[in-house]
């Protein structure tokens, strides 16, 4: 994760682009590819709008994930050490035997 977000870095700094990347913009850009990948579901079934637009599809989770790491990257965020801790929180809040095959939030576990 480390050497692909150098890259992604080196990418942007090569351009001039880090003086737009606050980390309030990035979560608003983040956001709106998000949205941008969400567009390609819109009215399809699942199976559907992967067919018809996986290349697409590909595009649009890229830029969320660069977005993502250009964050993480300006917030000094080790994107593996936050990963890992989350999953910890949700092994808690998710035991195997209390959420296994069900869509229940943990709330109502």
Do not use: C
């Not at 067919?51 to 917030?75: K, P």
């Amino acid at each position: 994760m480390r050497q692909l977000t150098e890259e992604i870095i080196r990418f942007r700094d090569a351009r001039n682009w880090r003086q737009f990347h606050n980390p309030k913009d990035l979560a608003i850009s983040l956001t709106l590819e998000a949205g941008e990948l969400l567009e390609n579901f819109q009215w399809k079934g699942s199976e559907d709008a992967v067919a018809q637009g996986r290349e697409n599809i590909q595009d649009e989770l890229a830029d969320v994930l660069i977005y993502a790491l250009i964050l993480a990257h300006e917030l000094d965020i080790d994107v593996d050490e936050a990963v890992r801790a989350k999953l910890v929180k949700n092994d808690e809040k998710y035991p195997v035997e209390k959420s296994y095959g069900s869509a229940t939030k943990y709330t109502r576990l």
